[in-house]
C-alpha cells in the first residue's frame, strides 16, 4: 500500500501570512494532484504535477514537485480568508490513468481575518 | 465540461434499510469511475474502482457483498449500501476517469 503523508493537518494563520502545504511519499509519483474541497462538497482540482522539479502558479498558488517525484509542496503566498479549506493532495504511482488515487490525510487551513 | 453528478445528494435511512446513490458522467463517457469514502474531518478513501461492462474492483477491506456497484454503462456507476447500518454513515464521493479524475459533489448519508 502506498502512503502519502500530508503536512500540516491543521493550520490556523492570519491573513496576510505565508503557507507552506508539504505531501511526501517513499514511493516515485507519476502524477500528483492537488485538490481542495470545501465542506458538504466533492473536491475540486487546483493542479496536477508531472514533471520533476516542475512549478506550477495559479494566482497566489505555487506547487511545486520534488525533482525525484517522491514529494510536492503547496505555497501560499498573503494569504486571505478566501482560502479557508481542505488542501488534498493525491499521487497516482502507476500512470495508467484508471487506478484510484491515493490522498493525503489533508491540511485544515483556517485564515483569520 | 467534465461534469460529474451524484444523486441523491443526501439521504437518512433507517438501519437494515439498503440506499443506492448514483453517479453520472454529463458531458463525457467514463470506462471508469471511482467510489470514495470520507469520515467527518478526514481524508478521502478510494473504496473502490467501477468498470463498464465488468466487475468492479474493491480496496483490501472493503465488503462487495455490502457495497454492491453496477456500472452498466459509459456514464452511470451506482453504489448500493446493503443493509446499512450507523457506522455506514458517510460522504460517498464518487469521480470519473476523463484522462484526469473529475469528482461528483457528494453524496451524505446518515444512517439511524
Known amino acids: 500500500t502506498q502512503l502519502l503523508e500530508q503536512s500540516p493537518q491543521f493550520l490556523s494563520i492570519q491573513e496576510g501570512e505565508n503557507l507552506t502545504v508539504y505531501c511526501n511519499s517513499s514511493s516515485v509519483f507519476s502524477s500528483l494532484q492537488w485538490y481542495r474541497q470545501e465542506p458538504g462538497e466533492g473536491p475540486v482540482l487546483l493542479v496536477t504535477?508531472?514533471?520533476?522539479?516542475e512549478v506550477k502558479k495559479l494566482k497566489r498558488l505555487t506547487f511545486q514537485f520534488g525533482d525525484a517525484r517522491k514529494d510536492s509542496s503547496l505555497h501560499i503566498t498573503a494569504a486571505q480568508p478566501g482560502d479557508t479549506g481542505l488542501y488534498l493532495c493525491a499521487g497516482d504511482w502507476t500512470g495508467g490513468g484508471a487506478d484510484g488515487l491515493t490522498f493525503g490525510k489533508g491540511t485544515h487551513l483556517i485564515i483569520q481575518p | 465540461g467534465a461534469v460529474v453528478s451524484q444523486h441523491p445528494s443526501w439521504v437518512i435511512c433507517k438501519s437494515g434499510t439498503s440506499v443506492k446513490i448514483e453517479c453520472r458522467s454529463l458531458?463525457?463517457?467514463?470506462?471508469?469511475m471511482f467510489w470514495y469514502r470520507q469520515f467527518p474531518k478526514q481524508s478521502l478513501m478510494l473504496m473502490a474502482t467501477?468498470?463498464?461492462?465488468?466487475?468492479?474492483?474493491?480496496e483490501q477491506g472493503v465488503e462487495k457483498d455490502k457495497f454492491l456497484i453496477n456500472h452498466a454503462s459509459l456514464t452511470l456507476s451506482t453504489l448500493t449500501v446493503t443493509s446499512a447500518h450507523p457506522e455506514d454513515s458517510s460522504f460517498y464521493i464518487c469521480?470519473?476517469?476523463?484522462?484526469?479524475?473529475?469528482f461528483g459533489p457528494g453524496t451524505r448519508l446518515t444512517v439511524l
Open positions: 458531458d463525457f463517457q467514463a470506462t471508469t
Open positions: 467501477s468498470n463498464e461492462g465488468s466487475k468492479a474492483t474493491y
Open positions: 469521480s470519473a476517469d476523463n484522462n484526469e479524475q473529475f
Open positions: 504535477v508531472v514533471t520533476g522539479g
